[in-house]
């Protein structure tokens, strides 16, 4: 069972005398949203508050869902596995693509695009989420 991890920018007004804490890369003052979503389109995890200027690797590794991964607190059965893009770690639950920083091998660049194919399942609830509350 395959479980879609991601994670979106909410831009925000700039919270008084907050200073560039909320200004990310984009240029604009944001939140960040990590959420997880299974196949159904269907929110399992919301994490959102954390401020725009975090990379998505710091978002996770400070957030519930890695503290109880690592520490198998949600007594997942063996045959769920989470899909995420190059800012999550690879583990044992945790699958994510080979890395582009070299020539990849037929191979790989086909796993690379079966997990892409898997990872628009959180784009698409993004973007339902969306249309329906216009936000």
């Known amino acids: 069972m395959l479980r879609c991890n991601e994670s979106k920018h909410i831009v925000i007004r700039c919270p008084s005398k907050s200073g ?14 990590l959420v997880t979503v299974d196949a159904n389109y269907k929110f399992i995890y ?5 401020n725009g200027r975090v990379n998505d690797v710091l978002v996770f590794s400070k957030s519930t869902f890695n503290e109880v991964l690592q520490t198998n607190t949600l007594n997942l059965p063996t045959e ?15 699958m994510e693509p ?14 690379n695009y079966r997990l ?11 973007g339902i989420m969306l249309s329906r509350f216009r936000v």
Do not use: H, Q, W
């Not at 919301?46 to 954390?50: D, E, Q, R």
């Not at 769920?80 to 945790?94: E, H, M, S, T, Y």
């Not at 080979?98 to 796993?111: A, C, D, G, N, V």
């Open 20 to 33: 560039s804490e909320f200004y990310n890369y984009k240029k604009d003052y944001s939140v960040i949203l």
């Open 46 to 50: 919301i994490n959102v508050g954390t």
């Open 80 to 94: 769920v596995v989470f899909v995420g893009d190059d800012a999550f770690p690879l583990r044992k639950n945790i």
């Open 98 to 111: 080979y890395s582009m920083t070299r020539p990849l091998t037929i191979k790989e660049r086909i796993f």
């Open 116 to 126: 892409s194919r898997v990872r628009r399942v959180s784009e698409n609830a993004f």
